[in-house]
């Protein structure tokens, strides 16, 4: 499994950014997809996930209201919305599969395999 974020980039706090996350070779629809952040020198920390069939999503308390999970399984790719940014968003973003998508599995980073990241700058 082999996927890649993108979409990163500096933005002022407050603003907004779209992250994407493609397969490569496989069709993602069959998987469960999570997004995960880490910031050099510190623990990873689970953001989202949602289910193969998008019905399910949970995130972590620190982006709960702020960012929105969603797939497009026709276009092959995960998304994540991020709204109204804070400088303590700031990190590297990978998205990654997953054996199933529950809010333990965001909470305890238990992902399964992942691509490069994509670096997100918040700048206050």
């Known amino acids: 499994v082999q996927l890649q974020a993108s979409g990163g980039g500096l933005v002022q706090a407050g603003g907004s950014l779209r992250l994407s996350c493609a397969a490569s070779?496989?069709?993602?629809?069959?998987?469960?997809i999570g997004w995960f952040r880490q910031v050099p020198g510190k623990e990873r920390e689970g953001v989202s996930c949602i289910s193969s069939s998008g019905g399910i999503t949970y995130y972590a308390d620190s982006v709960k209201g702020r960012f929105t999970i969603s797939r497009d399984n026709d276009r092959n790719t995960v998304y994540l919305q991020m709204n109204s940014l804070k400088p303590e968003d700031t990190a590297v973003y990978y998205c990654?599969?997953?054996?199933?998508?529950?809010?333990?599995?965001?909470?305890?980073?238990?992902?399964?395999?992942w691509g490069p990241g994509t670096q997100v700058t918040v700048s206050s």
């Open positions: 990654a599969s997953a054996r199933i998508c529950s809010i333990v599995v965001v909470d305890t980073v238990d992902f399964s395999s």
């Open positions: 070779g496989f069709a993602l629809d069959y998987y469960h």
